[in-house]
């Protein structure tokens, strides 16, 4: 049974600070994605990751993945107070269709 | 862009009653999705169907079910509602090389 999981689940930090969200995954896979929720919104799309090496980018926000380590990254550069959201991994593993998510990491950014 | 329409954001429901929410995609998709969502417990897949009147069990499909009778459309239903199922459900759709789109969602109380 594929499991992801995401750390931190929590994660508070200033403006202006660069930061990393990493999230591990239990079997084969070389499709992972990377979703943004607000408060009481649904989840908007935010990276789709699909070889080993892919690296994607917009605006303060660069996600990877590395397949042999089954992990990926996403990684917030000079955060402002917009990107303040629950950020969410999900992976689908070969052989089937499913999309597993992560827990979530609740991203709060201080002024 | 995929449109993924669920028909309502917020519905209230007695225990016992028949509850149907309904998905439907624009893009033709073979592939939807039926999630529910709660706070601590992250996104947990229901069901899912990779075609006209194919479906899967997810991770929790106990007191559902699911009817896709068109590529469209994507039912859930809640043969007798408990209070239990109170939570936010979201619809999906899509393809592993290009990502899943998710609806607006729509928040069932039950009480």
């Known amino acids: 049974e594929l499991k992801v999981e995401q750390n931190p689940l929590f994660l508070s930090m200033q403006e202006g600070k660069n930061y990393t969200i990493y999230c591990n995954y239990s079997t084969t896979s070389d499709r992972l994605y990377w979703y943004r929720q607000d408060p009481g919104k649904s989840l908007e799309s935010l990276f789709v990751l699909l070889s080993n090496g892919a690296v994607k980018q917009e605006g303060r926000l660069m996600a990877s993945l590395d397949t042999k380590a089954r992990l990926s990254t996403l990684h917030i550069t000079a955060a402002v107070h917009d990107l303040s959201a629950t950020y969410f991994c999900?992976?689908?593993?070969?052989?089937?269709?499913?999309?597993?998510f992560g827990t979530g990491t609740r991203l709060t950014i201080i002024p | 862009d995929v449109k993924v329409t669920q028909s309502s954001r917020y519905l209230v429901k007695r225990t016992g009653e028949k509850v149907f929410l309904e998905c439907v995609q624009d893009m033709d998709h073979e592939n939807m999705f039926w999630y529910r969502q709660d706070p601590g417990l992250g996104l947990r897949l229901i069901y899912f169907s990779y075609d006209v009147k194919m479906k899967e069990k997810g991770d929790i499909p106990e007191g559902y079910s699911v009817s896709r009778e068109k590529k469209e459309r994507f039912s859930l239903i809640l043969e007798s509602a408990s209070t239990n199922q109170t939570s936010m459900y979201l619809c999906a759709t899509g393809t592993v090389n290009y990502g899943y789109t998710f609806g607006s969602g729509t928040r069932l109380t039950v009480v």
């Open positions: 999900a992976v689908v593993s070969f052989g089937n269709e499913k999309l597993t």
